[in-house]
């Protein structure tokens, strides 16, 4: 079963949840306030975006593309 990051955008905090495949896509209600939550890329991915060679610039590195290269 995944685990999904979660981020509450109404007090900010993030949390964590298991989500059945059958669930997946549905919304999950902040643990700390009852508010929306955004389903976060797993901590893996997020780990992997920090690292990533995207510094430099912008958005993007001014790759082509993108809309803040111009
Ligand atoms: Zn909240």
Redesign the pocket.
């Known amino acids: 079963m995944p685990v999904y990051e979660y981020h509450?955008v109404?007090?900010a905090?993030t949390f964590e949840k298991l989500v059945p495949m059958s669930a997946n896509g549905e919304p999950s209600p902040?643990p700390?306030?009852?508010?929306r939550?955004d389903k976060q890329l797993s901590t893996i991915s997020l780990l992997g975006v920090d690292s990533a060679p995207s510094r430099g610039g912008g958005c993007c590195g001014g790759g082509g593309g993108c809309a803040c290269s111009s």
Request: hydrophobic share 0%; with cysteine.
């Open positions: 509450c109404e007090c905090s902040c700390e306030c009852g508010g939550s």
